[in-house]
Antibody, heavy 115, light 113 residues
Framework: EVQMLESGGGLVQPGESLRLSCAAS????????MSWVRQGPGKGLEWVSS????????YYADSVEGRFTISRDNSKNTLDLQMNSLRAEDTAVYYC????????WGQGTLVTVSS | DVVMTQSPLSLPVTLGQAASISCRSS???????????LNWFQQRPGQSPRRLIY???KRDSGVPDRFSGSGSGTDFTLKISRVEAEDVGVYYC??????????FGQGTRLEIK
């Protein structure tokens, strides 16, 4: 059974940093691209970032380019998202998503950016 | 980026009746090999999204056969043949043809009348 467990969410002030992590199991982690998708309060889904299966190529939405960094450790089956210079508009539930075509989703972790 | 437009945004349906959701893309989703990377997701209240359909019409494992997807080019449809109470939630289309610049539709909220 595929499982993805996010952690690291919380309440931070604008300008602060936060690191999200995702522990994946139940599939060959190193064979698949991984992504982060977020959902603001009462809003729809927004792609944030993706990383190739080897970790050599990363992609970012314009809204987070230069502030967020995605990384993975294929030896530990983990995916991370380092979020710097957080803004109020980054407030959302962040989902870890596995597969090139968004096959598997975690339960999400809530990030709240507020003073 | 490809803009995905869903309609309707709200869909009240009587139990046992059929439901249909439209999704239109701002440009063709046909990939170079002829494949179309159009997915449908269901998000039940309080849950994370779950993929129902991939590549326009292929049902994911465990998805009831009352769900079906169709379409081509820029116009796509998700149909539920007989709505059940467990189908309540928000449905999203998503294009993957421009991967990694994935885009989602706004979502369609299905409710029981």
């Amino acid at each position: 059974e595929v499982q993805m467990l996010e952690s690291g969410g919380g309440l931070v002030q604008p300008g602060e940093s936060l690191r999200l992590s995702c522990a994946a199991s139940g599939f060959t982690f190193s064979g698949y691209a991984m992504s982060w998708v977020r959902q603001g309060p009462g809003k729809g889904l927004e792609w944030v970032s993706s990383i190739s299966n080897t970790g050599s190529i990363t992609y970012y939405a314009d809204s987070v380019e230069g502030r967020f960094t995605i990384s993975r450790d294929n030896s530990k089956n983990t995916l991370d998202l380092q979020m710097n210079s957080l803004r109020a508009e980054d407030t959302a539930v962040y989902y870890c998503v596995g597969g090139y075509f968004f096959d598997w989703w975690g339960q999400g972790t809530l990030v709240t950016v507020s003073s | 980026d490809v803009v995905m437009t869903q309609s309707p945004l709200s869909l009240p349906v009587t139990l046992g009746q059929a439901a249909s959701i439209s999704c239109r893309s701002s440009q063709s989703l046909v990939y170079t090999a002829g494949d179309i990377y159009l997915n449908w997701f269901q998000q039940r209240p309080g849950q994370s999204p779950r993929r129902l359909i991939y590549k326009v019409s292929k049902r994911d494992s465990g998805v009831p056969d009352r769900f079906s997807g169709s379409g081509s080019g820029t116009d796509f449809t998700l149909k539920i043949s007989r709505v059940e109470a467990e189908d309540v939630g928000v449905y999203y289309c998503m294009q993957g043809t421009q991967w990694p610049r994935i885009t989602f539709g706004q979502g369609t909220r299905l409710e029981i009348k």
